[in-house]
């Protein structure tokens, strides 16, 4: 039987231990606070900081709602986050991605406090986590570490190819997985778009992530059997919905699910998970800020 990992679940289980940590800040006087600055009018962004604020809202964090003209001057981006970084009060600062392409995107990532960029990507926390002393890991696959802990599998030894060497996903995934600690040590691949022959590297793997953006890239074909596949892949396509489209995945879910032993529905599976590891890295900051030790 295949094991269909159930990502709503594990992210409960998580979003109530962040409650008690939370509680226990509370109880010292430091209420974790994430501000999520929206500088676009892009449905998809508006509906992913209004998923994140309602997360905030269910554990106890409180959620800080900025909201900047798309066609306004980047320096009101800049100056909110220098607000922000200067606010003892806020913990984590989250701009969401992607920002107008008057801005500077890797500039606002390097602007973020390090000590608060809950999302990870700062450049310093980019090197720690490569160094292997990370400070937030990147809500994604460290959401994939816990899942794959949740589902009983230890990626020690095993092969792992990730497909995607995104800065957000794919790479940090694969640093994760090859680091010398629980939830890695893993013999990884990491595939790209130039690759040759990746149903050959995908079919040597014990572990797959599928991190490409390309609708049901990965069949059951180009797997072996009993492996471990995570999808991370949110696509629309078109479909006689009543929104006129559904989400898919990287994976062909029902060839790949013939072959493995565990595997990751989409929607359900990483995507919650992303969601309850920001609250994580939030309240992991206010515990710093406070000086008690957050742990899950
Ligand atoms: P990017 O577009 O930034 O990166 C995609 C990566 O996949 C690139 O490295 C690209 O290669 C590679 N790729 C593209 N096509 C192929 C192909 N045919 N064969 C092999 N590799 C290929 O995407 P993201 O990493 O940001 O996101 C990936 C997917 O995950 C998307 O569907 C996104 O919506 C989803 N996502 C889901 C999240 C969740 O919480 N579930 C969170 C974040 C993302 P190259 O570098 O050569 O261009």
Do not use: W
């Not at 991190?211 to 059997?225: K, N, W």
Request: hydrophobic share 40%; glycine share 8%.
């Amino acid at each position: 039987m295949t094991h269909v990992i159930d990502g709503n679940a594990v992210a409960q289980r998580i979003r109530d231990d962040l409650s008690e940590n939370i509680d226990t800040l509370e109880a010292d006087g430091t209420t974790p606070t994430l501000a999520t600055v929206l500088m676009s009018d892009d449905p998809a962004s508006e509906t992913y900081v209004s998923m994140k604020q309602d997360d905030c809202e269910e554990v106890g964090i409180e959620a800080i709602d900025i909201e900047i003209e798309p066609d306004a001057p980047a320096e009101e981006l800049f100056e909110t986050i220098e607000r922000l970084n200067d606010d003892e009060s806020v913990d984590g600062i989250l701009v969401q991605m992607p920002v107008p392409e008057h801005v500077d995107q890797r500039a606002v990532l390097r602007a973020i406090d390090p000590a608060k960029d809950v999302d990870g990507f700062h450049p310093e926390n980019v090197g720690r986590l490569v160094a292997g002393e990370p400070r937030y890991k990147p809500c994604t696959p460290h959401g994939i570490q816990k899942l794959l802990a949740a589902a009983d599998v230890d990626p020690e030894g095993k092969d792992a190819v990730v497909v995607g060497r995104s800065d957000i996903v794919g790479k940090p995934m694969a640093n994760l997985l090859m680091q010398k600690t629980e939830g890695g040590n893993a013999t990884v691949t990491v595939c790209h778009s130039r690759t040759e022959d990746l149903p050959a590297k995908t079919r040597q793997a014990d572990i797959v992530i599928a991190a490409a953006g390309v609708p049901e890239m990965i069949d059951g074909s180009m797997l072996s059997d009993g492996v471990v596949v995570i999808d991370v892949g949110i696509n629309r396509v078109e479909a006689d919905t009543e929104k006129g489209y559904e989400l898919v995945g990287d994976v062909e879910f029902e060839s790949a699910k013939e072959k493995a032993s565990a595997i990751t529905p989409v929607p359900g599976g990483v995507g919650p998970m992303t969601r309850a590891m920001l609250l994580y890295n939030t309240v992991k900051a206010a515990g710093n800020r406070a000086d008690i030790e957050v742990e899950l």
